[in-house]
């Protein structure tokens, strides 16, 4: 017998007789699961946790419990959900339902403890407590029919929030302005008024430059009927301001009055610039139980808004005001990323000796309001990380003009040929498509990369190139301007008239494609000199070979160069 079948018996022969001390197949297919067996278990895990399939979601909350089980392996249930968007009448439903049970959809809070309660006593409230808030977001979607998307599951991430809101005096929450209620917690603002009622509540609408003067105004108003404090600002653009500019540019005049977060008793919607916003964090007065004389200021909100970045330009403005008087600071920033989730834990940094801001993880809030899809063009969850690319490109060929789509990547879209619906928004397929075969995606037999393609696009969407702003619910969509419009610079396109093209004769049409040499391109024999040409002209109006090498083919691309508009 060979080397090999000998091994080979011997595998065969351990696995008979392992099924033989478990006593029966039906034994061999269950397990149990020891928890608490890994080395490091108790340390804190700060990785972001907003998805789990329903087995990760089982041995979680089992671990939450410190409950034992065992499991058999072949009770197995495949569940598909249907791919896509919502549909009008899904829509409108869910958006009853929703308000329906939107006060039973809360944040996880941190219970009760004191200065007597021991750390593993602290720990075990904590794991109980968020073990049941997560019960009761799995009642809602089991019994009352309801579809979570996805949040953060992980309880080392909401301790951090936690201690950004019992360290701060004032809660500053980030929003994106482009889409401020979908970012807004509302139950965040009352969870900090639940801890101490002198703590206030701030809405720092991030990205502001890409709203107008109107919408920004628009805004401001809906705010102030609400009774919130809304301010505006752009991170991005004071980042950008502030590197580029001189010493000149930066000295400013000092501000003579406070600046108001307030006109005439309403939000004001001017873009603060980094000083403004600096003497704005300035006028909040001290709590009295406040001891230290240090105004600490927590920068909450979802991932990806701008927390980080809001940091660095008050930071970098700092540096920028020592170095005009001469002063010695250490070089702070906070670490930044386009990938959402890029700060793990709390960090503290000071703008001067009476002001610190608290930068918090970002955190994905619990919500009935969006799908997964638009957490995705939100720029909440990767997009590097998405499985289906179709659902959230629905959504930018919803949002975007046909128009403004080719000017912006100067492409051609099949013109619906619907009778039934001929002002249709297209596809995904035709966009990614079109896309992908412009730029030179394309797999294995010719077929174009629409994988690849959404997620440039999906990016440029989030980065704003393609901005799309949403309403107030008080305001149509066109009295709003969501959508962007086609002007002068973003116009790539040029119509072209078929007609008069082909009216020509052929020799008109393109006469220097009779000249083309039989090196360039071309094998065997020499192509046949069209009418009217010249053989000994053939390389008038070309340009010469870049290598010099006469009997080196050169590349179609470089020999008709010359013809391209």
Sequence with gaps: MSKKSALSSLGRSIIKDRFKKCGGQDASWLHTTDLEDSSDYGKMNLRSITEESSLEEFLHNAQLANRQFTAEKMNIQLISNGPGLPSKEEEVRLKEVHEKFRDRLKIPRRP??????TPEELNLRERDAFLDWRRLLSHLAENDGLILTPFERNLDVWRQLWRVIEKSDVVIQIVDARNPLFFRCEDLEQYVKEIDKDKQNILLLNKADFLSFEQREMWADY???QGITAVFWSAAAEL??????????????PIEEHVSMTEHGKNSSKVLNVDELTELLNTFPLKCSNVTGIRTFGLVGYPNVGKSSTINALLTRKEQLAAESNEKTKH?????SATPGKTKHFQTFFLDKSLMICDCPGLVMPSFVSTKAEMITSGVLPIDRMTDCIAPTSIVCKHIPREFLEATYGIMLPTPTDEICPNRYPTPDELLSAYARIRGFMKHKGL???QRASRLVLKDYVNGKLCYCHSPPDISEEVYGSKP???AETAKVKTIDTKEVFSHGIEELDPCLWQVEPSSGTRGNSRPAGPGSDPSAANNGRPSKRHGNAHKREKLRRTFVHLDA
């Excluded at 009760?112 to 309660?117: H, L, N, R």
């Excluded at 950008?240 to 005049?253: F, P, Q």
């Excluded at 702070?332 to 930044?336: C, E, G, M, Y």
């Design 112 to 117: 009760e403890w004191d200065e007597s309660t």
């Design 332 to 336: 702070l920033q906070a670490p930044v």
């Design 485 to 487: 419009k086609v002007n």
């Design 240 to 253: 950008s301001r502030l590197k580029e500019a001189t010493e000149e540019d930066m000295n400013v005049e």
């Design 223 to 225: 705010f102030g009927k």
């Design 448 to 450: 174009p990369d629409i």
